[in-house]
């Protein structure tokens, strides 16, 4: 596994580092892995299904609603685009 040396850090982030470290109980090197490893971590993606579920829940819509959608919505297939 890599090693990285960090040099010339200030004293108050070194010390910052040590208390946090002191709290998490981690040593100072493995709180420094895992700061490290939050901060780089990929965001988790959002699915669009569940964002769309979410904000059918948050403005209250039922089944009936989602029914009604779908009786009225245009069922025509949609025109290709053209890039001309």
Same mark, same amino acid.
């Given at each position: 596994m890599?090693?990285l040396?960090v040099?010339?850090?200030p004293d108050?982030?070194?010390? !910052? =580092?040590?208390m946090?470290a002191?709290l998490? &109980?981690h *040593?100072? $090197?493995?709180?420094v892995?895992?700061?490290?490893?939050?901060?780089?971590?990929?965001?988790?993606r959002?699915?669009m299904?569940? !964002? =769309?579920?979410?904000?059918?829940?948050?403005? &209250?819509? *039922?089944g $009936?609603?989602?029914?009604a959608f779908?009786?009225?919505?245009?069922?025509?297939?949609?025109?290709p685009?053209?890039f001309?």
């Open positions: 890599p090693v040396t040099r010339n850090v108050e982030v070194h010390q !910052a =580092l040590r946090r002191a998490n &109980g *040593s100072m $090197e493995a709180e892995r895992a700061i490290l490893k939050n901060a780089l971590e990929p965001v988790r959002v699915k299904g569940d !964002a =769309l579920s979410e904000l059918g829940n948050r403005l &209250g819509l *039922s $009936e609603d989602f029914a779908e009786q009225t919505r245009n069922k025509m297939a949609a025109e685009m053209s001309e």
